[in-house]
Every structure is written in C-alpha cells, then in structure tokens.
T-cell receptor, first 113, second 110 residues
Framework: GAGVSQSPRYKVAKRGQDVALRCDPI?????LFWYQQALGQGPEFLTY????????KSGLPSDRFFAERPEGSVSTLKIQRTQQEDSAVYLC???????????FGPGTRLTVL | RKEVEQDPGPFNVPEGATVAFNCTYS??????FFWYRQDCRKEPKLLMS???SGNEDGRFTAQLNRASQYISLLIRDSKLSDSATYLC???????????FGKGTTLSVSS
C-alpha cells in the first residue's frame, strides 16, 4: 500500500527565497507531524495536525515557518526568506490516531545556498 | 541538556557479536518509548516499542526502567544488515510529538 509521500525530494534555494514542501499522508490517517533533521542529529519536532487543526506548533523555530493542512489530508510546510541554517531534511509523518505508530515519509532535503 | 540522550558511537562490531545501546530521558511525564532505525539517507522506521516488562523481537530486546529513566536495546548475533543508526525516542506527555535522541551508529563488519 502507499506510504507517506513527500515532494520535492530535493530542493536547493538561494538565501532569502521562499520554499513550499508537500506531504501526502497515508490515506485515512488523522494525525500528521512535521520534523526537521539536521545533519548528524535526530529529527526534531516542528508541528502537529489533527485533521485540519494545527494543535501543536511549539517546535517551529521562527515565524518564517508556517504549516497548513486545509482539508485534513495533504499538508504544506512553508519557509519564508530561507536562511542557511534552514538547510536540513524535513520529514513528514502520519499516524491513524494521535498516539499510534508514526510512519515517516522519505523527507525533503533542503539546501539553502 | 537534551530531553533524550544516547551515546552516538560509532559502535563497530563483528558479525555475530552482541551489542547494547543505552539511552536516558529527562522528562518523567513522557508517555511511551520506542527504538527507531534509520539507514543512511532514509527515513526513520519503527524497530520496536519499549515496555517496562521488557519485550523481545527475534534478536532484539528492549527494556525500559522508569525509576531510573533509562532505556536499552540489545542486539544479539549481529548481522551486516543491522548496520544503521538507532534512534531512542520518547513520546511527549501530550502525545503530540516524538522526541528523538541524536542516534547511535552501529557498523557490523564481516
């Protein structure tokens, strides 16, 4: 069956550009999570959605980061005015319900030059 | 201090060896605990959940000690295919986020 998919898989941006990263969760999964993984580190939580409601955005590092899931399915993570420190792999995960096993997508590798 | 801490390694072991990874967590309100495996340039995948009673899945055994806030993973009879990064993970109190350790790198050689 289809797992979590993310696009693009790779993104190179010039400093100051805006980027949008897409996540397609597993069909029927209520919960959706975004994580940021810097090189040599474990993933770090960014934000959590239950259906279309963003219930936890405590991990977003600055107001340049914005996430949405308007119809409770596909989600987009937007980063405005990208900085070099934003370079990382952005992982999306979904689960059937909040505390169920989280299944991760392949990630989007963002490089900011 | 990070909420979940683990020795980054690397652990270099020969095939057939037994290797143990340890992890500590600082938030006693954490709900649940897991070990995830991450191969190079791939996404993390759930290896197993961790319970106080201990649980075993083939060559893998995980244990949780809530009193000392300590989690372990034991791999017996290591295979080349076990080479990966093993991430110690706690689910936060609210159940809204996985908190990952930095990961421990294992390299199994023939």
């Amino acid at each position: 069956g289809a797992g979590v998919s993310q696009s693009p898989r790779y993104k190179v941006a010039k400093r100051g550009q805006d980027v949008a990263l897409r996540c397609d969760p597993i069909s029927g999964h209520v919960s959706l999570f975004w994580y940021q993984q810097a090189l040599g580190q474990g993933p770090e939580f960014l934000t959590y959605f239950q259906n279309e409601a963003q219930l936890d955005k405590s991990g977003l590092p600055s107001d340049r980061f914005f996430a949405e899931r308007p119809e409770g399915s596909v989600s987009t993570l937007k980063i405005q005015r990208t900085q070099q420190e934003d370079s990382a792999v952005y992982l999306c995960a979904s689960s059937l319900v909040q505390t169920d096993t989280q299944y991760f997508g392949p990630g989007t590798r963002l490089t900011v030059l | 201090r990070k909420e979940v801490e683990q020795d980054p390694g690397p652990f270099n072991v020969p095939e057939g060896a037994t290797v143990a990874f340890n992890c500590t967590y600082s938030n006693s309100a954490s709900q649940s605990f897991f070990w995830y495996r991450q191969d190079c340039r791939k996404e993390p995948k759930l290896l197993m959940s961790v319970y106080s009673s201990g649980n075993e899945d083939g060559r893998f055994t995980a244990q949780l000690n809530r009193a000392s806030q300590y989690i372990s993973l034991l791999i017996r009879d290591s295979k080349l295919s076990d080479s990966a990064t093993y991430l110690c993970v706690a689910l936060n109190q609210a159940g809204t986020a996985l908190i990952f350790g930095k990961g421990t790198t294992l390299s199994v050689s023939s």
